[in-house]
């Protein structure tokens, strides 16, 4: 079945026989957007900022990284990125040791502190939609959302090994170094 929105665009999709993408990526959008703040309230007492989570998260997922190449990976500035590290490891969440080849750079990986602190979010979010998922869905509801699943990972560009790669990573399970996805989730 396809969806269409209603004419004021985020109250609720209704069937129709046509869905245009553009009215799809509004509602798709604003779906998320609700189920990302709702995961975020769930760990609201850790008090990091989103980009603060999204690279502790990407620390976890792929291992240590240079400044420069977490600012590639999060579509950021190198400036940005060193305040985002800044805060981080004012925090002792990350350490920076020297880079194994290049003495001119340092590499950034977390501490066991800031692994602890992930993995708690990474748990109570997942936690959190557990709860939602079993809580406010019934079973057919719950078979549709596994049947979009294929759907949204091809829309998050995702192949079947990267996203092996992020259930291992938010499961604490390391992935295999070939797997380990180019772009990532926050926590």
Do not use: N
């Not at 240590?64 to 190449?69: F, H, L, M, R, V």
């Not at 950021?76 to 040791?97: D, F, H, K, N």
């Not at 194994?100 to 993995?119: C, F, H, K, M, N």
């Not at 294929?150 to 797997?179: D, F, K, M, N």
């Amino acid at each position: 079945m396809q969806y269409t929105l209603s004419k004021s665009y985020g109250c609720g999709m209704r069937p129709t026989g046509t869905a245009d993408a553009a009215e799809l990526a509004v509602e798709l959008h604003t779906v998320l957007g609700l189920i990302s703040r709702r995961a975020r309230a769930a760990t609201a007492a850790t008090e990091l900022t989103a980009s603060q989570r999204s690279v502790a998260a990407r620390l976890l997922r792929e291992g240590p990284a240079t400044t420069a190449d977490l600012a590639r990976a999060e579509f950021v500035r190198p400036q940005s990125m060193r305040m985002t590290l800044g805060a981080l490891e004012e925090r002792g969440l990350i350490a920076r040791t020297p880079h194994p080849t290049d003495g001119r750079q340092v590499l950034v990986e977390l501490s066991e502190e800031g692994r602890a602190t992930i993995a708690g979010i990474i748990t109570a979010k997942h936690d959190w939609l557990t709860s939602a998922i079993a809580g406010d869905l019934d079973a057919g509801q719950r078979a549709a959302l596994a049947a979009a699943l294929p759907v949204l990972r091809t829309l998050a560009g995702a192949t079947g090994s990267e996203a092996a790669a992020e259930r291992a990573a938010g499961s604490g399970a390391e992935p295999a170094a070939e797997t380990r996805p180019a772009t990532g989730a926050e926590a």
